[in-house]
């Protein structure tokens, strides 16, 4: 082992150089002029797989490539298997005026690389490829199969990588998965994120009259879809911040004793929380913490509403129609289309018979647990201690990450996410950056965990 | 008289064309980018004053001008003095797309003319234009002074009108004002308007996170401010349809049962009424019918809410913001100020103090109540009765027209409302239009007006 951490100490800089060439590509999934970029960025990335010693493949997909690239497997020998998902696409760059420096030139300031995609996601995965070329290049034998599965359509909705993950479904099935695109608290606190929640979208409108009315010659006599609206959503949240739809909490895995604690670990300043977020006072589900709340409990949010005249001025109009976009974030065991089955039936039988209900589904995706206490969690927390010298945290992201679920259904493994973002990187944001301590700490970690997940398997 | 009534009808086609010409201006007064409009619609309407024979100034306010119009004064001999109010303002055409043909390219159809502003205001007091026009061209003498005081703020609170009517008072000091801006229930229902609702306007903002929040990182431990509308505004109205504001109908002067059996006597049909509106159910304050309840009762109305995103799909955000216009419909004796100030004290009694609230005051203006036993009612529903070959009726009507309230004030004269739109106009809503039968009945009515007054004076 010791060849391998000396290996990573002695080529930090080079390292470093690496990250820096690699977040040069502007490599935009979601802008097709930015195409051709992709494909160099893919190209690039499969050289330098080759160029470490993994026997790689650039696959063609309906979109954009996927590197796959493979430790060689010696013949008979028959060694756990783990996966390494990252996404070498990265979110657009706009507005590029609020940069400091523009987002495809690296600039390092302190412990700080600067760019688009160094956070999201080129520096997390580039630390895992770090760790296995050290092992590579200094001739230490692996104890595991590793394979890579980096991706171009991450920030567009992955849609490529489904039908390749069946076509590929015998090759890729593996032990574990390894996910280095969450965060931790700070570098103190690493941590594995062993829960997310859950989505569902819904569109609810109320159509009263068939035009806009004149306020005057006809308010009193006919129902405000608009008012009707509010009427109608006011009723889904209670005083105490609970979710008034009958059933809604029937499969919510309430939160043990044993999580309630670790999460009270994390490091959390409520005062600077609220100041970072704009807002006097925090509120939500009551007997809650704000941890708890944003992670492990569902919610209900309006995410638009629209209605009347929106323009200057007033216009007084009873107007014909409301529209509020929903959407309902989830956790275990929540299930998406059961939750839009319950919540449709809620707000049909609370609707007021002088307007007319429509209720349009949107997109959904579960919720995602793994237990902290299996041994790939229990290995993979140990390598996080011994690579951050830092007693690890165990944490749940109230966001989505559909690919979990994916992973799940076709390759049969859970996902460990062992994210190295911290939480002000500004991933999706100007001035996207990467801690360079992270960097460094993160392929340390990436190679005490291989003999630790190969020793717990 | 017989010359007055032979010229109207034999220009009948040249009133169409002029009617035509004068709503292709988009005289919109809520949005500044159609100023110029304003502009070439009051200079417009100014030229074609002094072609008929008027003495007309285009008067300059701090807003949009005025059109003072004046019948040429004969020395030394006192007659009545009249004053026509009228306003070429119109409402916004949004949304354009649900209008049959463009909003300000006039459509005739049968016995329509579809175009803003066609009813609502400038096919009624050119009716009154078109009248005096037979009386000068003809060279028969009236037997009254007439002004024509026709403004362009209507639509937006009138704001200049105060301070003009204050500067002019002395030249516009006269016996009785006639306003056709109003409506009547058919062709063969002409109308006196006695009594008037008043109105309020206000706009409510919630502000919670200082920029949209990504839903799933922190949804679930912040305020959302579009929820917080929802609930904030769905207490303004109880199960019985009654505002819960505290001292809401404390000056609410409550009909007589002698007026409830004068509005009883109006033709009302109301599965015709609700096929009319497009719903399927009428809702209401309970203990009142759909007459009273749109004319002599109170309401809330939500005009419009704006929160966060209202595109195409999902954006799985907790907005920054959320907002209504409201305004309030008032009855006698019910006061604007006080109103606004019991409905903003009680938002903010039941506002939640994880968001602040901005309450930002509209215009206003009280309701209005005349006996229709004066002799200058009386001398109308005689015009009325001649000039559409029925028999009138008594209206109270829904809407406002703040400024019957400012003559009163500050010439000390009452208005008499002659109505000339019938309830399919779409004023304020897509598809506005006028009849030609009104606009020609209106015209013998106007003709006919001004003897019955001046002998009753």
Redesign the interface.
């Known amino acids: 082992m010791q060849p391998v951490l000396r290996y990573l100490e002695e080529h930090r800089q080079e390292f470093i150089d690496r990250l820096c060439h690699y977040v040069r590509f502007p490599s935009v999934s979601a802008q097709p002029h930015h195409r051709a970029d992709i494909d160099r960025c893919a190209q690039w990335l499969a050289d330098h797989c080759r160029s470490i010693g993994l026997e790689t493949e650039l696959c063609k997909t309906p979109g954009n490539p996927i590197v796959l690239a493979k430790t060689p497997r010696k013949k008979g020998v028959k060694k756990p298997h783990y996966l390494i998902y990252g996404h070498y696409d990265v979110q657009p760059a706009e507005p590029f005026n609020l940069w400091t420096t523009p987002a495809f030139e690296p600039r390092i300031d302190g412990d700080s690389l600067f760019a688009r995609g160094a956070s999201d996601n080129k520096g997390q995965h580039l630390a895992h490829l770090n760790a296995v070329e050290a092992y590579l290049k200094t001739g230490t034998e692996l104890p595991c199969d590793l394979t890579f599965l980096i991706e171009g359509e991450e920030e567009v909705g992955c849609t490529s990588l489904k039908g390749f993950l069946e076509e590929h479904a015998k090759e890729l099935r593996c032990d574990t998965i390894v996910i280095s695109d969450t965060g931790m608290p700070d570098l103190k606190h690493p941590a594995l994120t062993y829960a997310l929640?859950g989505?569902v979208?819904a569109e609810v409108t109320l159509h009263?009259?068939?035009?806009?009315?004149?306020?005057?010659?006809?308010?009193?006599?006919?129902?405000?879809p608009?008012?009707a609206?509010?009427?109608?959503?006011?009723?889904?949240?209670d005083k105490k911040g609970r979710i008034t739809v009958p059933g809604f909490y029937d499969d919510v895995v309430n939160l043990s004793a044993y999580e309630r604690k670790q999460l009270a670990r994390l490091p959390h300043n409520e005062s600077a929380?609220k100041k970072f977020?704009?807002?006097?006072?925090?509120?939500?589900?009551h007997g809650y913490t704000?941890?708890e709340?944003?992670s492990a409990?569902?919610?209900?949010?309006?995410?638009?509403?629209?209605?009347?005249?929106?323009?200057?001025?007033?216009?007084?109009?009873?107007?014909s129609w409301?529209k509020?976009?929903l959407?309902f974030?989830l956790v275990p065991d929540q299930k998406p289309q059961k939750i839009l089955k319950l919540v449709e039936k809620h707000l049909k039988k609370l609707c007021?018979?002088?307007?007319?209900m429509e209720f349009e589904p949107?997109?959904g995706g579960v919720a995602y647990l793994v237990s902290p206490t299996s041994a790939p969690a229990q290995a993979a927390l140990r390598a996080l201690k011994n690579a951050f010298d830092c007693e690890p945290v165990l944490l749940r992201?109230?966001?989505?990450i559909p690919i979990v679920n994916q992973f799940r259904k076709t390759l049969g493994a859970d996902s460990l996410l062992l994210g190295l973002g911290l939480p002000d990187d500004n991933p999706h944001s100007p001035n996207e950056k990467f801690s360079l301590t992270a960097y460094t700490k993160g392929m340390k970690m990436s190679a005490l965990l291989w003999p630790e997940l190969a020793a717990s398997a």
């Open positions: 929640r989505i979208a009263g009259p068939s035009r806009d009315l004149h306020s005057g010659i006809y308010g009193g006599s006919v129902e405000n608009a008012m609206l509010c009427q109608l959503l006011g009723q889904l949240r929380y977020l704009g807002v006097k006072e925090l509120m939500g589900e704000a941890i709340r944003r409990r569902p919610t209900c949010e309006i995410n638009g509403l629209t209605s009347g005249y929106q323009g200057d001025g007033s216009k007084t109009i009873v107007p409301a509020a976009k959407t974030r007021p018979p002088a307007v007319r949107g997109h992201e109230g966001g989505s």
